[in-house]
């Protein structure tokens, strides 16, 4: 393909951009790949998709129709295809296409609602409200299956009175919400339901006008614009979108009376201002006298003389000298602050008062953006820019300044009022749309240093980051804004507040420093009855207090959530997890299994499995894997099912011989990995194998290991799993047994091999195409078979082996360490023959080889313990390429337990990485090798620091003694010496010094 892209990556590529909402660039993509592929199921089924988005339904029916006629179980686009047909009123195909989908998916909501729907519109109720029932059984909180088994009952008169003007409101919303998607027909039919529930509902006969217009239905639009008035006659938006009704009808000067009663009800309505200006206009269609008549046969005389007046002096407004005597010339018969702010709707490039200081090069403004009086914007210390969106409104005496590494941006439709200050310096200010800013704020994204013994404002800027307020926010007068502060959406600061902290989405907070005092929706409930508190408003408020790790305060909002509403698992769930970070296990339990009384979840029962991990209950441990695994992997399901009921006992396999033959590779002999033995059988894709040895610290991590693997276990055609046990002093025969009887073969050697012995034992017993070696105390995450099978199974024999980012996590699973060694870029490594040479950067649970790649350069070195996987990554690099996947999909466990620690105490490490760098000199390149020892020199130095800290001094000379052997030049003895010179290794200084004493003593005089 172009560029050296596989057809996967274009997929992946193609699928980016129509996420992004970049609809030709993933046609193009999509068409790439069948230029390569005519019959690609999953580029046709993007088209398809891109179709729908682009309203070409009969186009999207037939691309989409092909594609599942070449692949069946392509969910996606029987989807698509149920909510084409049923758009199109095919009720009966539409029908079909969802129960072909739901074949294939058969736990998701939005289909059975759907399904419901296209029932419904058949008149087969009961069928309807079974599928209803059934997306609530599967998603209690799926809000659109609820309204739906409610508009059911409705229209079947079944629904009681008292509930009718809940559900009318609850209608209006979803119809907002599938209008802002752009689905205008959707939004209809549920505006349409909340009018038939509640008539009088002004605010559905608006929002129904809004989505009519969107589809071009002027006159529509127009009636119920008007029915929207006659309910709520101060209805200043009703008028706005009737103007707009009109003007779409050519009834021009009609829509213009509409906007002038839009802004008459609301001055600072600024796209009535905007409109109207339009309309007269298009009013001025021969001369300039013509207008003005119209304007004063509208208006009357004078308006027709002001309104002529500012029309043509504001036609040459700008920033330069002229624009601004123009500007000047236009407010002459214009009352001054708000009187002045249509004056920027007469021109796209608004308004800039003549009294305004602007000095600043990287100024971006918006249309009809107004700049008030006495506002001044400047750029100071090479200050970055200040964007400014449209129809923003700075007032009066309001100062903008940007300094080094700041900058400013405003979005659209924000209004700042008087005497503001936004200072950027060192961090940005970014203030969203529809923002609303009162007199005398302040934002100040930094602070002076304060070291005693300096004037203050001598010391340099620090900052925490920037200042962030989200699109709706509301800031009364006198409130400061300080350094790396977010303000979510709708929140509503208090005057004089002082935010030196997050405030979230939909927050009311007050006082020095700004408190959460309640939710916007608690105030919008109380107009309702003063029903209880917004639940997603206090899950929103847990969900912030638990990303900080205010963990009592996020329990106390989970809490209020499920007072609420009592069968709210996601909230139990969540309680349950602040619980367990606390340190309350059994409180915990309690609130996982309330959780699952509700709905079931896979995540709740791992999380439960961990719990009664911790406290040793091993049974109940697996008991709650094995659920979870059940209930995401349904293949997993079956197996364990018929293994549980056949009552078959698991066996234990005979451990495979290693082979005593030899590879030479570079002079050096490897263990050699016979090839699979032709038995005609159909290969597996994966093996994964763990090779053990498991003592009762590490048996607890081997439940979590196996559980990652078991959840993405596809069936034994596709993966097999192996567990060769090293003879560990404990029992796992049974433990394997419960959790995965059926599914993985258990293998357990008579006497205990060693390590790497071991790992070629358990790549001799596979034989999948590739595999994948996985110590029982690491675990992959979600997505790593799966993501890499498919850049894999297509790949270039070339490629011999490849990796995953992956993140380093300690005993409790915390990640403390994250390594993506090529960032995002997908592809083959490039130079990491050098990377791989020096050092090695992987870690086992992120990398898969290919099985012909050990048939062909052998397995791994026993008498490394240490470095064995990083000689063999080396071997691997000679020959092959390797395949980098970015995304972080494995992790490896950090903990006292492993073979990195136990060989770092003992410096047993130094040995094997010399070792390492001995073998494999004889097939790298000599520069590599000559860097490697210059850099694990130095690493062997400051590893002996580890052993040292914990009474190993023999350790730590141990690792002195092959850092020299490894580089002796005479730049690494000087830097051994400056290193020994250090304070905090005089105990070791002192050692070598005893020793070298004693040593002296033994030599005999002459």
């Known amino acids: 393909m172009a560029n050296s892209l596989s057809v996967s990556e274009a997929l992946q590529i193609a699928e980016k951009y129509y996420q992004a909402n970049r609809l030709s660039q993933a046609e193009q993509a999509y068409h790439q790949v069948l230029k390569e592929q005519p019959q690609n199921a999953h580029a046709l089924c993007g088209l398809g998709l891109i179709a729908q988005k682009m309203n070409q339904p009969e186009m999207a029916e037939k691309i989409l129709s092909n594609a599942v006629s070449l692949q069946p179980k392509l969910f996606k686009a029987w989807f698509s295809l149920g909510n084409l047909r049923q758009a199109s009123g095919n009720l009966l195909e539409a029908q079909s296409a969802y129960q072909k989908a739901i074949e294939l998916q058969p736990n998701l909501a939005p289909l059975y609602n759907n399904l419901g729907y296209t029932l419904q519109q058949q008149k087969k109720w009961d069928e309807a409200i079974s599928c209803y029932q059934k997306a609530l059984q599967i998603q209690p909180n799926c809000i659109e299956a609820e309204v739906s088994l409610n508009n059911a009952l409705f229209i079947q008169e079944k629904l009681p009175k008292d509930k009718h003007s809940h559900y009318a409101a609850v209608n209006n919303q979803l119809g907002h919400n599938r209008a802002k998607a752009n689905d205008f027909k959707g939004a209809e039919a549920y505006y349409q339901q909340a009018i038939a529930m509640e008539p009088k509902l002004a605010e559905a006969h608006y929002n129904l006008a809004v989505v009519l217009q969107e589809q071009g239905k002027f006159t529509e639009a127009a009636v119920s614009c008007q029915k929207a008035l006659s309910l709520k006659p101060n209805y200043a938006e009703a008028y706005k979108q009737l103007g707009d009704a009109l003007q779409q009808q050519e009834k021009l000067e009609e829509a213009a009376d509409s906007y002038r009663q839009a802004f008459k009800l609301k001055p600072d309505y600024a796209e009535a201002y905007s409109n109207l200006v339009s309309v007269l206009n298009k009013l001025n269609s021969t001369s300039i006298w013509e207008r003005f008549g119209k304007i004063r046969q509208a208006s009357g005389i004078k308006s027709a003389f002001l309104d002529a007046w500012k029309f043509f002096w504001m036609g040459f407004a700008g920033l330069n000298f002229l624009g601004r005597i123009a500007t000047w010339l236009a407010t002459w018969f214009t009352p001054p602050y708000w009187g002045r ?144 502060v977010r303000i979510g959406k709708g929140a509503v600061i208090g005057a004089g507040s002082v935010v030196n902290q997050d405030i979230p989405d939909g927050a009311i907070a007050v006082g020095v420093p700004a408190k959460v005092i309640k939710m916007r929706s608690d105030l919008a409930l109380k107009k309702q009855n003063n029903k209880s508190k917004s639940i997603n408003s206090w899950l929103s408020l847990a969900q912030s207090h638990q990303t900080k790790g205010q963990f009592k305060q996020a329990a106390q909002a989970y809490q209020k ?92 396999r005979t451990t495979p011989e290693n082979s005593r033959e030899q590879v030479i590779i570079g002079g050096h002999p490897f263990p050699s990995i016979p090839t699979v033995c032709n038995d005609r059988s159909k290969r597996p894709f ?62 357990r050697n008579s006497q205990n091999r060693g390590a790497y012995k071991n790992f070629n034992t358990a790549v001799t017993a596979s034989r999948g195409q590739w595999i994948h070696l996985l110590h029982d105390d690491d675990y992959v995450l979600p997505g790593f078979y799966d993501r890499l099978r498919k850049s894999l199974e297509k790949s270039s024999s070339s490629i011999g082996a490849a990796f995953t980012g992956y993140e380093n996590v300690n005993e409790r699973g915390k990640v403390i360490f994250t390594q993506q060694l090529y960032k995002q870029q997908q592809g083959i490594a490039k130079g990491f023959v050098e990377k791989i040479g020096i050092a090695n950067p992987l870690n086992m649970p992120a990398v898969v080889v290919r099985r012909s790649t050990y048939e062909h350069l052998g397995g791994y070195l026993p008498e490394l313990n240490y470095t064995g996987d990083w000689e063999f990554y080396k071997r691997v690099t000679a020959f092959y390429d390797w395949w980098y996947q970015p995304e972080i999909l494995a992790r490896y466990r950090q903990h006292s337990q492993n073979i990195t620690t136990d060989s770092t105490l003992s410096g047993s490490n130094g040995t094997d990485i010399r070792k390492a760098i001995e073998v494999s000199e004889k097939y790298l390149l000599d520069e590599i090798t000559v860097k490697a020892r210059h850099y694990h020199f130095a690493c062997c130095l400051n590893n002996a620091i580890i052993p040292l800290k914990a009474g190993k001094i023999s350790g730590a000379i141990l690792l002195l003694q092959e850092a020299l052997k490894i580089d002796n030049s005479p730049q690494s003895v000087t830097k051994l010496f400056s290193w020994l010179k250090q304070d905090e290794v005089s105990a070791l200084r002192n050692e070598i010094v005893s020793r070298l004493f004693l040593e002296g003593l033994k030599v005999k005089p002459n």
């Open 341 to 484: 702010c249509h004056l920027s709707y007469y021109h796209s490039s608004g308004y800039v008062s003549p009294k305004a200081d602007i000095y600043h090069q990287n100024l971006q403004l918006g249309a009809n953006v107004f700049i008030g009086d006495r506002v001044t914007i400047y750029n100071d210390r090479n200050g970055g820019r200040v964007e400014l969106g449209d129809r923003v409104h700075l007032y009066g005496d309001s100062c903008i300044q940007t300094g080094k590494e700041g900058t400013v941006k405003i979005g659209a439709d924000t209004h700042i009022q008087p005497r503001c200050q936004l200072s950027a310096y060192q961090a940005p200010i970014n203030i969203g749309s529809n923002v609303q800013i009162a007199t005398n704020c302040a934002f100040y994204p930094y602070d002076h240093g304060m070291i005693p013994g300096q004037l203050i404002h001598l010391q340099p800027l620090e900052t925490k980051g920037g200042i962030t307020v989200d699109d709706g926010a509301w800031l009364g007068c006198g409130v400061i804004v300080l350094n790396g």
């Open 561 to 652: 959530a499920i007072k609420i509403q009592p069968s709210l698992s996601e909230a139990h769930y969540r309680l349950g997890m602040v619980l367990q970070e606390q340190g309350e296990q059994n409180a915990a339990v309690a609130s996982y299994n309330r959780a699952l009384t509700i709905k079931p979840s896979s995540d709740i029962y791992f999380k439960l499995a961990k719990i009664h991990q911790h406290q040793n209950n091993v049974q109940e441990a697996i008991s709650a894997y094995r659920r979870g695994l059940k209930l995401i992997n349904p293949h997993y399901a079956r197996i364990i099912e018929a293994h549980k009921a056949c009552e078959i006992d698991q066996e234990i």
């Open 686 to 747: 994966w093996s994964v194998v763990l090779p053990i040895y498991s003592t009762n610290r590490r048996s607890n991590y081997l439940l979590e290991c196996l559980v990652s693997v078991l959840r993405q276990w596809t069936g034994e055609e596709e993966m097999e799993i192996i567990v060769v046990d090293d003879a560990s002093p404990i029992p796992l025969k049974d433990l394997i047994d419960e959790i995965g009887g059926g599914i993985i073969k258990y293998y």
